[in-house]
T-cell receptor, first 111, second 112 residues
Framework: LAKTTQPISMDSYEGQEVNITCSHNNIATNDYITWYQQFPSQGPRFIIQGYKTKVTNEVASLFIPADRKSSTLSLPRVSLSDTAVYYCLVGRDNYGQNFVFGPGTRLSVLP | SQTIHQWPATLVQPVGSPLSLECTVEGTSNPNLYWYRQAAGRGLQLLFYSVGIGQISSEVPQNLSASRPQDRQFILSSKKLLLSDSGFYLC???????????FGPGTRLTVT
């Protein structure tokens, strides 16, 4: 089981780029990295997933260094609506203890 | 398109009463199904997952149980609720073990 460590909270201002780093020192060879976003009283929503190097979609970018012991979720030009909790998950599949939601990072975007 | 439903949205139940929460998925076949619980201000705790009809894996010892009577139906039950069962219950589905999970709207359960 690859344990992840994220900052508990972060503050940012509208229009800024936000980078949230997740540490996963014990990541296994077959594990991939997935990020979810959760708004209050809603279920989490998938943001992005990657295995190595860089992945980009219309919402975010995910940077994974060569040793894969950490990853960084990058949110470009955040807005107030990006205020949410962001979860980093590491696992080879979404069964049971292979895929664990930690406490996440609470991002607050200020005007 | 796929849709996931959960009901009820909110529920207040006395200690010792039974529980039945239902989750259904539309627009897909043979999904993996999951039940999570989230305590206030905490992360999600995986309770059960299912890879097929009648196949249930339990992740945490508790007084809850799950059943999957149909391909796209997942039910969370308890015979006698405890105060500690209060929380936000989320159902999710995924296509395969490595696919992203799609979450339902959740049920907020308060045990009094």
């Amino acid at each position: 089981l690859a344990k992840t460590t994220q900052p508990i909270s972060m503050d940012s201002y509208e229009g800024q780029e936000v980078n949230i780093t997740c540490s996963h020192n014990n990541i296994a060879t077959n594990d991939y990295i997935t990020w979810y976003q959760q708004f209050p009283s809603q279920g989490p929503r998938f943001i992005i997933q990657g295995y190595k190097t860089k992945v980009t979609n219309e919402v975010a970018s995910l940077f994974i260094p060569a040793d894969r012991k950490s990853s960084t979720l990058s949110l470009p030009r955040v807005s107030l609506s990006d205020t949410a909790v962001y979860y980093c998950l590491v696992g080879r599949d979404n069964y049971g203890q292979n895929f664990v939601f930690g406490p996440g990072t609470r991002l607050s975007v200020l005007p | 398109s796929q849709t996931i439903h959960q009901w009820p949205a909110t529920l207040v139940q006395p200690v010792g009463s039974p529980l039945s929460l239902e989750c259904t998925v539309e627009g897909t076949s043979n999904p993996n199904l999951y039940w999570y619980r989230q305590a206030a201000g905490r992360g999600l705790q995986l309770l059960f997952y299912s890879v097929g009809i009648g196949q249930i894996s339990s992740e945490v010892p508790q007084n809850l149980s799950a059943s999957r009577p149909q391909d796209r139906q997942f039910i969370l039950s308890s015979k006698k609720l405890l105060l500690s069962d209060s929380g936000f219950y989320l159902c999710a589905w995924a296509l395969g073990p490595s696919g992203e999970q799609y979450f339902g709207p959740g049920t907020r359960l308060t045990v009094t």
